[in-house]
């Protein structure tokens, strides 16, 4: 079992659908949740960050934390067709900045 | 604005052949990272860099070799380039100072090896 999991999807939704994207994982020392967003043929770029459990807001994106579950989703509400992109995961165990990445979700927001 | 850049954004190499892959950052960061990524596999880190001249293996690094002579650059070599070393190449960097975890990443280099 891989430390972190993703569904590589594609998720195809139309445009304006509230958007979920998932990741599980199994070591409990994680404690810094990361989310980047990869445009083709681009490097990923940090789109939000939450430390330990609970839910951090900015603008049309939700981060979300619970950490009894080892589960960490992102939101994204009012989805534009410039939201298509890969999303990855990634997490930090407290005191190390090496973090462990998901295999990263494909999203396509449609027209 | 963090600027990562690197030196390649697609390279065609011979099996055998020594690639040297560059990479640069220019916000005088002190940790530096070779990533590739695959299709189906994610982001796995090769090497890493806390600072000039020091570098720790990461969870892939058989076949490749780094260099940081420099704060600003972080070479990635393949010593002897294989079919299965045929991927994206992605560097990052980050400030040791501050707390923060997010890393900068390059544009990436897509690699292949014939």
């Known amino acids: 079992q891989k430390e972190v999991e993703q569904d590589p999807g594609p998720l195809s939704v139309p445009e304006g659908a509230i958007v979920s994207l998932n990741c599980t994982y199994s070591?409990?020392?994680?404690?810094?949740f990361m989310w980047y967003r990869q445009y083709s043929r681009k490097g990923p770029e940090l789109l939000m960050y939450?430390?330990?459990?609970g839910n951090k807001e900015d603008g049309r994106f939700t981060a979300q934390v619970d950490k009894s579950s080892k589960y960490i989703s992102l939101f994204i509400r009012d989805s534009q067709p410039s939201d298509s992109a890969t999303y990855l995961c990634?997490?930090?165990?407290?005191?190390?900045?090496?973090?462990?990445f998901g295999r990263g979700t494909s999203l396509i927001v449609h027209p | 604005d963090v600027k990562v850049t690197q030196s390649s954004r697609y390279l065609v190499k011979r099996t055998g052949e020594k690639v040297f892959l560059e990479c640069v950052q220019d916000?005088?960061?002190?940790?530096m990272f070779w990533y590739r990524q695959d299709p189906g596999l994610g982001l796995r880190l090769i090497y890493f860099?806390?600072?000039?001249?020091?570098?720790e293996k990461g969870d892939i690094p058989e076949g490749y070799s780094v260099s940081r002579e420099k704060k600003e650059r972080f070479s990635l070599i393949l010593e002897s380039a294989s079919t299965n070393q045929t991927s994206m190449y992605l560097c990052?960097?980050?400030?040791?100072?501050?707390?923060?975890?997010?890393?900068?990443f390059g544009p990436g280099t897509r690699l292949t090896v014939t």
């Open positions: 990052a960097s980050r400030p040791r100072a501050g707390g923060t975890y997010e890393q900068y």
């Open positions: 070591n409990s020392a994680f404690q810094y």
């Open positions: 939450t430390y330990s459990s």
């Open positions: 990634a997490m930090c165990p407290g005191g190390s900045y090496i973090p462990t």
């Open positions: 916000m005088d960061h002190e940790n």
């Open positions: 860099s806390y600072d000039v001249k020091m570098k």
